[in-house]
Structures are given as C-alpha cells and as structure tokens.
C-alpha cells in the first residue's frame, strides 16, 4: 500500500476535517518516532495515518471501532503489524499493546490533541511559534484539553522516552506539516 492509496481511502471514508488532520498530525508524530527509534517510517506513518479512519463508519461503537479499521488496513494491503496496531489503540477490545508500534500509536495518539489545542490559545493561533515549554506547560494544566489523556500520553517511557523529549518531537513534527494542518 503507498501513502497515496491511503489517503485515497481516507477520502472515501472521513467526511471530518478535523479527523483527517489528526490522522495527518498522527503520522506525522508516528514518522519521527520511527525516525528517532530507527524504525520502518513508512510502516509507522501508515499506521498513524490509518488509525482512525474507521470513526466515521462506526458511529461511535467503541465495540467495532478500530476493528472495522484494521480490516479496512488490511484489505488495502497492511499487513499484522499495522493491523495490530491499529486494533490495539482501543481499549475496549482489552488487546495487549505487545509491539514497540502499538505502544507508539497508543502514546502518539492523543498527543496531537494537546499539541493543537495549545496552538489555538497561542495569540497567532499557529504551531510556528509555539515552544515546546509551552506544550510541557499546558500538559501539568489537567483543566486544558481535557480530552487529551495526559496517562497515555506518558506511556511514551515504554518506548524509551522522556515525557518533555517526547513532547517537543511532537510539536516539531506537527510544525514541519503545519500547513495541511491550518495551524
Ligand atoms: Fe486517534
């Protein structure tokens, strides 16, 4: 599967913006984990591009959603590791995070939430001019961005990662795509 034919399917199956930026922005982190790690940043960015594509389709049934997106995965030709990955990231189905992938996913996922909303109360409203300190604050705020699971997030040290490092390779990955991303 090329990145094109993601994005192809992507098209078909997410009416939301905001969802497919955050897929975007998930790739985005995903790819400079996988650089950072010396993992396969094709594979890696795949799966945080695909990771959601299925909301939409599920409306809201936490029991199908990411089932339905990793057979969607699959069918355009992803192979177990994404497909796992992407099963994972939901917690109902209680699925163990085994691979340094789906532990990634499950970390990288509501980051971009954080990091988007810390944008949008920046007074330019954009990722360029935002510090990584200022996402580090923003994080110990438990009120801000609420739905932005500061837990998972911290996950990241099963990865191998300091929680501040980890932030700022978030916002420097979602800054190099800033422009996909209106911010
Ligand atoms: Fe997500």
Redesign the pocket.
Known sequence: MTREEALESIKVNVENQNLVK?MLA?EAIMRALARRLGEDEEVWGLTGLL??IDVELTEGDMKAHSKLGADLARELGAGETIAHAILSHNEAHGIPLTTKLDKALFCA?PLTGLITAAALVHPDKKLAGLEAESVIRRFKEKGFAAGANREQISQCSEIGFELDDFLQLGLEAMQEIAASLGL
């Open positions: 955050h998930t990771h959601d996922d």
